[in-house]
């Protein structure tokens, strides 16, 4: 197989980089600019965007924050969030995307996904799966950030997104999501093992023992890390001093709430697990040259 | 002039990472232009022909441009030419992406798809980081070529669901396995350098070629200086 890649997955509402926590909403964590080019230098294998509110409130401001990330980074950059039209790909692709990330919109017309990769490449196109497991153990597909049930079958919209012209798909399930209890392996090994294009798994991590179980048992093609690898950055110093904060929940960054209770890792260490493991992953660049 | 930085044209046919390839090429101290103007192109010190998208497509955008012939002059002019993925293929002879489709056929050869196989994990689209080694017209460690400084074995960012396989073996300055495959995944032949691999997106390995790149503008703006 080739190398698994581990992907930084930044949320971002707004100016921020954001992390969902159960009933407290959108906590801010910082510029996602500057995490980004920290997750670069530390060997990041590919960045995903994802604009946790385009859905609801349409387009923002997330492309200027694609543009600048481009200019320092040069690793792929996939976008994600509000993609309604083969404009919108474009608009991406033209501030510096290397794919988007659909859901909504594919969902709504599965026709999409065809024109989509038939403009651009299906290596552009990643559908994004977001799964809600249901009592009798099947999976259905929701929209709009786990908001939104479709009645579609996940596994069945995976594979159909697959013949459609995706060239990769990204699974999260909801359940999971922002938990740190792990992935659901048994959902994206499901998945991976069903369509004959990539599968990137997303939501649950909280140690580095998950990744090497969702990428051994399940099967995945690459893994997204938020969170774990948010807090790591944090606590690794991520600059986050001059900027202004004056949108979105910040106590946190005020350390009014005090320090998280999750423990955060470098990507080094999950490099390092990897090999452990004896998964194939890209090894980190010895150090990153000035020009 | 020798004090300006050498000028890349970046084919714009309407597709493609056509941002993520001009910072690169800033970042290696070239001054960028994206274009679709056939005197833009056939006046630039380098032509890049990047790469996302459906073969069949790009072919037609190229030609509808009127950029077919440009392209031409440049691999034949000696200045230097960078194909990147999809330019790589719309270098050779034909693609058998969603039907058969013709080339620029600036080089011999064809574009065939990947074979992808479930029950060993091989995935097509390829999607990541593989490792680039020494193809049968390498010469040793890459000394002298678009790969110099690039160690063997190096990985490489590749998004691609099809292969370039080139007449000529000479010309594989690289070579990439997935699974039973091993495909080429750059060639150089003179002026002409293209790579399956995104070098705009590979790290710092692939910023050394946009930096090999600019030193052969630079040498060659010299000798035509003088």
Redesign the interface.
């Known amino acids: 197989m080739t190398p698994v890649r581990l992907i930084p997955r930044l949320d971002v509402k707004g100016p921020n980089l954001v992390k969902g926590i159960h009933l407290e909403g959108l906590r801010v964590l910082g510029k996602p600019e500057r995490f980004a080019r920290f997750y670069y230098e530390q060997g990041a294998d590919e960045l995903v965007y994802m604009d946790v509110v385009a859905s609801l409130y349409g387009r923002n401001n997330l492309l200027d924050i694609v543009t600048r990330t481009a200019r320092e980074t040069f690793v792929p950059l996939a976008v994600g969030g509000g993609i309604r039209s083969l404009d919108d790909i474009r608009d991406a692709l033209r501030a510096g995307a290397d794919k988007v990330i659909i859901n909504t919109a594919a969902i709504a017309r599965p026709a999409f996904i065809r024109e989509a990769a038939e403009r651009y490449g299906s290596s552009t196109i990643v559908i994004s799966v977001e799964a809600v497991r249901s009592p009798d153990g099947r999976y259905e597909a929701y929209t709009d950030n786990g908001r939104e049930r479709t009645g579609v079958e996940a596994l069945e919209w995976a594979c159909r997104a697959a013949e459609l012209g995706a060239g990769e798909i990204m699974i999260t399930s909801v359940d999971r999501e922002g938990t740190a209890k792990g992935f659901d392996v048994v959902l994206t090994a499901a998945i991976a093992d069903a369509v004959p294009i990539p599968v990137i798994a997303c939501g649950g991590a909280g140690t580095v023992n998950h990744l090497s179980e969702v990428i051994l048992a399940g099967h995945a093609d690459a893994v997204c890390v938020a969170s774990l690898l948010h807090y790591g950055a944090l606590a690794r110093g991520v600059a986050n001093d001059g900027d202004d904060f004056s949108e979105g929940n910040v106590e946190f960054l005020r350390g009014a709430r005090g320090p998280s209770r999750r423990q955060g890792v470098s990507i080094q260490d999950i490099k390092a697990h990897l090999a452990d493991c004896g998964i194939k992953h890209r090894p980190n660049s010895t150090e990153v040259s000035i020009v | 002039m020798s004090d300006t930085a050498p000028l890349v044209a970046i084919v714009d046919y309407?597709?493609?990472?056509?941002?993520?390839v001009s910072?690169?090429c800033r970042?290696?101290?070239l001054e960028t232009t994206i274009t679709s103007s056939r005197a833009a192109i056939l006046d630039a010190d380098a032509v890049i022909l990047p790469g996302?998208?459906?073969f069949g497509?790009a072919m037609s955008a190229l030609e509808r441009l009127d950029l077919v012939s440009p392209i031409r002059d440049i691999a034949a002019s000696g200045s230097p030419l960078l194909g990147i993925c999809?330019g790589f293929q719309l270098l050779m002879t034909e693609s058998s992406e969603?039907g058969r489709c013709r080339g620029l056929g600036i080089l011999e050869g064809e574009v065939l798809r990947l074979p992808?196989d479930?029950s060993?994990?091989?995935?097509?689209?390829?999607?990541?980081?593989?490792q680039i080694v020494r193809g049968p017209g390498a010469p040793s460690d890459w000394i002298g070529s678009p790969l110099a400084g690039v160690p063997d074995g190096a990985?490489m960012?590749l998004?691609?669901?099809y292969f370039v396989r080139p007449a000529e073996v000479m010309n594989q300055l690289s070579m990439t396995r997935?699974g039973d495959v091993e495909f080429c995944s750059s060639v150089w032949r003179e002026n002409i350098f293209a790579s399956q691999f995104?070098p705009?997106?590979?790290?710092?390995?692939?910023?050394s070629i946009y930096?090999n790149l600019r030193a052969r503008m630079i040498e060659r703006k010299e000798k035509q200086d003088v």
């Open positions: 309407g597709l493609g990472n056509l941002f993520s910072q690169a970042r290696a101290g996302v998208g459906a497509n999809l969603f992808d479930r060993r994990r091989l995935k097509v689209p390829q999607v990541g980081w593989n990985h960012y998004v691609h669901s997935h995104h705009e997106r590979s790290g710092e390995a692939g910023l930096r």
